[in-house]
């Protein structure tokens, strides 16, 4: 699949979770969300994120490498006022 459609199905799904958290902070009333329209939105992105993942030649060890990674240098960041 194309990596750029991918990402922009992921986008979609998550604006579509995002128009579901309905309240606005101007506004007076108060909206309840639906929450499982909301958590299959955010499940459909996961979903294609995760597919994004394999076609991009992510293996489970390679995410953990990587995330470790930027987790580090994030921490590296934030401790020295970055």
């Known amino acids: 699949a194309d990596i750029k459609a991918r990402v922009g199905q992921i986008t979609e799904e998550m604006y579509e979770a ?5 309240n606005k902070p101007w506004t007076h009333t108060r909206r309840p969300t639906d929450r499982e329209h909301f ?4 499940v459909d992105g996961f979903h294609i994120y995760l597919a994004l993942l394999v076609d991009i030649g ?4 390679s995410l953990t490498e990587y995330y470790l990674k930027k987790n580090e240098i994030n921490r590296h960041r934030q401790e020295s006022g970055y």
């Open 58 to 61: 992510f293996t489970p060890g």
């Open 18 to 22: 995002t128009h579901e958290l309905k």
């Open 39 to 42: 958590l299959e939105e955010v």
